[in-house]
């Protein structure tokens, strides 16, 4: 069974998700946690964290995960960014990742109420964000030496 749960930084799940976020998608670019922390401060705690949890013999396993940056006041930017989406290796291709971006989508679209999610996304993943209807919203552009496209899906304004 795999459930999608948003938690806080102090819980006990956190440092899982910071596992999984290292290994696939920190570490083969040469950073660590820190090294992202320290690219933008405060905004780790700032974002509703969300992972794909299984159940284990020897406990709850973390092996997807995606954080949400929420719109901020001194911003002009109204959307929510979605960030370190990933899913573990080994459960990569099993709809893990489609299910996290559900739950998101659902927060964000209807308790949060936001006008739109977008993300920088890799260029290799732009495939899995155009089958959940996301558009590109940019040019490519480099972010950690890969090459990167916004893509963003806007919620239908009434008329
Ligand atoms: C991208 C990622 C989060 C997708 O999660 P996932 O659980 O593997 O995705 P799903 O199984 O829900 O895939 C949904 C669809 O998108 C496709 N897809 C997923 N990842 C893809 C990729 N990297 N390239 C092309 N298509 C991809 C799947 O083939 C699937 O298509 P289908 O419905 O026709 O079978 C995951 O593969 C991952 O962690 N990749 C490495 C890290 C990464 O690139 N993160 C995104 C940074 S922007």
Redesign the pocket.
């Known amino acids: 069974m795999i459930r999608i749960q948003r938690i806080a930084m102090d819980h006990p799940l956190y440092q899982q998700e910071v596992a999984l976020r290292t290994a ?2 920190l570490k083969p670019i040469g950073y660590s946690i820190d090294d992202y922390y320290n690219m933008a401060p405060g905004r780790e705690e700032k974002c509703e964290h969300f992972v794909a949890v299984i159940d284990h013999p020897q406990g709850d396993t973390v092996i ?1 995960a995606a954080t949400l940056y929420p719109p901020q006041a001194d911003s002009d930017e109204a959307a929510g960014k979605i960030q370190q ?3 573990n ?1 080994q ?10 971006m559900i739950a998101i989508e659902v927060r964000a679209f209807t308790e949060l109420a936001l006008p739109g999610l977008y ?4 260029i ?5 964000y155009e ?1 959940l209807g996301w558009e590109a919203g940019s040019d490519t552009f480099q972010e950690a030496g890969i090459d ?1 496209k916004r893509m963003q899906i806007i919620t239908p304004q009434p008329t």
């Open positions: 696939v998608l997807g989406f990933c899913v290796k459960r990569q291709g099993e709809g893990i990742g489609t299910n996290l993300c920088h996304a890799q290799d993943a732009m495939p899995f089958k990167h």
